[in-house]
């Protein structure tokens, strides 16, 4: 059972440049959520996707968008990037319909930009 | 608005003691989940428990207990017999009712275990 994956796992960007970061949930999981973890943070929420759709949004720029695909992967887009947007994004899966709420993580993506 | 509180950033303890993690959390919901997830060096989140607001029977499962009091707003965590593999940096999580969940961390407790 495959679970929650990443790509790519480092990345180092440029300031003013823009980044795709991509996930595909586990097995069975429909919702995607992204989050952003600056060092010796805890994750911040920035958006939740299902059924194509953001639901949910946390307080991010207009910098921070997504993407979600009809097999429920999901791709975060960050434009114009600024050396406040080094952090470790971390891609979190659950079940909508499964009452159960836990959400899975991936390993992350660790950005940095110079 | 949702708020997680870890009063401990870091705590040390010597193999074989006990350690007890502090969560305080607030929110307007009446309905809510509280969770605790562990983040070892490799940086990949582990989930570890869940409770709704409905359930505070307190959880046990292995060396590790949860206590959630609402009357406190408190949900913390204990490590019985802590062992050098607990070693991580450990996060209490708050989310609302629903399927579309904003889930909203504390800052982390990073527990260090001596051998």
């Known amino acids: 059972d495959a679970g929650v994956t990443q790509s790519p796992t480092h990345l180092i960007k440029t300031r003013g440049q823009q980044v795709t970061l991509r996930c595909s949930p586990k097995?069975?999981?429909?919702?995607v959520s992204w989050y952003q973890q600056a060092l010796g943070q805890g994750p911040q929420f920035i958006f939740q996707y299902y059924e194509e759709e953001e639901r949910q949004r946390g307080n991010f720029p207009d910098r921070f968008s997504g993407h979600q695909f009809p097999n429920y992967s999901s791709e975060l887009n960050v434009n114009a990037l600024l050396l406040g947007d080094s952090a470790l994004y971390l891609c979190?899966?659950?079940?909508?319909?499964?009452?159960?709420?836990?959400?899975?993580f991936g390993p992350g993506t660790r950005l940095t930009v110079t | 608005a949702q708020k997680v509180t870890q009063a401990q950033t870091e705590i040390s303890v010597v193999e074989k003691e006990d350690v007890t993690l502090d969560c305080v959390y607030e929110?307007?919901?009446?309905?809510?989940?509280l969770f605790w997830y562990k983040q070892p060096p490799s940086g990949e989140l582990v989930f570890l428990i869940r409770?709704?607001?409905?359930?505070?029977q307190n959880e046990i499962s292995g060396r590790y207990s949860w206590n959630f009091q609402k009357s406190t707003s408190s949900f913390n965590f204990t490590i019985t017999a802590s062992q050098v593999v607990d070693s991580a940096v450990y996060f209490c999580a708050l989310g609302g009712p629903g399927g579309y969940q904003k889930v909203t961390f504390g800052i982390g407790t990073k527990l260090q275990v001596i051998p």
């Open positions: 979190a899966s659950s079940l909508v319909g499964g009452g159960g709420y836990e959400q899975y």
């Open positions: 929110t307007r919901d009446t309905t809510y989940y």
């Open positions: 097995s069975g999981h429909d919702t």
């Open positions: 409770r709704n607001s409905f359930d505070e």
